[in-house]
């Protein structure tokens, strides 16, 4: 019971193939306790069962992340009913799956905006808004991919958000670390949920990534979920600002193995 007695937020829980319910799991299962926030009513349908099946004590909060009030009402609210918490999980991006294809440089200057709204600037109102009542020793952690870091075809608008974001991470951790609290990021695999059901060619992506990994596989939402349950826990009560790759070792490889080359070659031909 790893986190026996600690409190925390989930923000972006969508449904139960999302990376954020893999925390959410990992976490309930270590003895947390939990608020999930939800963007709105229709979505309150959907979280509302995966939060009964957790483990321990939940709460829902609503929260619309594109709206400052909501925001700053959510975290009140959390110090109103738990006072001091210990973790916050930011799982939320968003960009016009219709821009996520074609040339980045196409991207409009309304989704650029939204985009970098949705996807990096709540991580740090959230990071604002919660550390008036994050314990000392407590964790914030955000979700990335590796499309921040180097070009991964659709993904486009998304990789720069994603790039602002893991900086976002750096300055957070340290800003909050005057107050004993740590901030990190988990750059996870690619993993079907419904927010990469909007990149385009996603499965082929999978198997691209299948291929070429060290492991010779993809990751899981639980897996991730392990991570995130270290992070946020005292197990890595020395490490902030940092991003952790959680990709099957997908990151580290600059040439393919020669012996997967058959394979390889049979999956760029459906590209």
């Known amino acids: 019971m790893l986190m026996e007695g600690k409190k925390g937020l989930i923000m972006g829980l969508a449904n139960d193939h999302s990376i954020a319910f893999g925390i959410a799991k990992a976490l309930s299962e270590a003895g947390a306790q939990i608020a999930i926030s939800y963007q709105n009513e229709a979505l309150l349908k ?11 004590e939940t709460m829902l909060i609503e ?40 040339r980045t440089i196409d991207t409009t200057l309304d989704n650029f905006l939204n985009t970098m709204h949705i996807s990096c600037y709540s991580f740090l109102e959230a990071c604002r808004c919660a550390s008036p009542i994050l314990n000392e020793g407590g964790a914030v952690l955000t979700l990335t991919y590796l499309g921040s870091e180097k070009y991964v075809p659709n993904y486009n608008m998304m990789g720069i958000a994603k790039a602002a974001l893991e900086a976002s991470v750096r300055y957070a951790a340290a800003d909050l670390g005057a107050q004993g609290v740590r901030v990190n990021a988990i750059s996870a695999g690619p993993i079907r949920t419904l927010a990469a059901s909007g990149i385009g060619d996603f499965k082929k992506m999978l198997k691209y990534n299948e291929i070429a990994a060290p492991l010779s596989r993809n990751v899981t939402k639980e897996e991730v979920g392990s991570m995130a349950l270290a ?21 580290s490889v600059a040439m393919f193995n020669l012996k997967k080359s058959a394979d390889l070659v049979e999956t760029l031909k459906e590209f």
Not at 73 to 87: A, Q, R
Not at 231 to 251: M, Q
């Open 46 to 56: 959907r979280v509302k069962p995966l939060a009964e099946s957790l483990e321990t």
């Open 63 to 102: 929260c619309n992340v594109s709206d400052s009030v909501s925001v700053e009402n959510c975290f009140k609210t959390i110090g109103e009913k738990w006072g001091k918490i210990d973790f916050v999980v930011h799982a939320i991006a968003f960009s016009d799956k219709d821009q996520l294809k074609g």
């Open 231 to 251: 992070l946020l826990s005292p197990l890595s009560s020395a490490v902030t600002g940092e991003v952790v790759h959680v990709d099957a070792g997908f990151h």
